[in-house]
């Protein structure tokens, strides 16, 4: 990911003439580069993407009490007690609905439930998956909160499990790839299903009537682009097209198998 800054390289005059037209050319050209960075930076940062982009281990911040999620091959760690039970349940909800679909469980899953999410792969999310570490993040309930809304309703301990089961999503979504580079919509399709299947359905309804955004015709719909700029209409959408399918079981292997939601 870029990080936002630019500086302008000094140049040594030749003539005032070409100085000037050169220092002009090349500014604007700075411009440009600049605000198509930019853009970048904010489309990615709004969403839950995926923090791939810097291999070196991440240090959590408060990682608190580890504990293991009864039943399940989770850990957690978490700095409150309450919200690792929640990231337990989240992880359950993830887990058996995407085991429902015939895909393989990991047989580890490490959730860290921090104050401050890792500053450069995680800006302005709620969470993230770090595919290089094969760990989860998640803000602490009370971080979470500050947000006010989240899908345009209140936010609510329901949301913040459906939050966790999101991220688990692409945990067991990364250990049944068969494709080395799966795309940005391919991850976040399977992320955002799970998220909305296991949701409450009086809380999945109130959240869905926020979007009265019509459910993806097909493939050729789901850009990453698409995703990029308003990754919460995605997600709607591509669960309404989910629900439309004959088969969303096949549909999903076929993701994994690199035969849908290919660049």
Known sequence: ???????????IALSAKKKGSESRSFGFK?????????AL??????????????????KAEMPGKESRCSGQNVVVRSPVNADALIACEGARDAIEFLASKDLDVPNDVAIEIVMKLPPVECSFAAGCYLESE????????????????????????????????????????????????????????IAYITQFSIMEPVQRERVLSQFPCEAFEGDWQMGATIYMFDCMSFGVRAYRHFLKLANGRDYLHAILNGEALVE
């Open 41 to 58: 930076i904010v489309a990615v940062g709004v969403g839950l993407w995926q923090r791939e982009l810097f291999n070196k281990p991440v």
């Open 30 to 38: 700075k411009s440009i580069y600049a605000i198509a960075a930019a």
């Open 134 to 189: 094969r760990r989860v993040f998640i803000l602490v309930y009370s971080e979470f909160k500050k947000f006010k809304t989240w899908f345009g309703v209140p936010i609510d301990r329901t949301l913040y499990r459906s939050l966790v089961s999101h991220e688990v999503a692409h945990v067991v979504a990364g250990f049944n790839f068969k494709i080395l580079t799966p795309s940005i919509q391919a991850k976040e399709y």
């Open 1 to 11: 990911m870029a990080k936002g800054t630019f500086h302008r390289r000094s140049t």
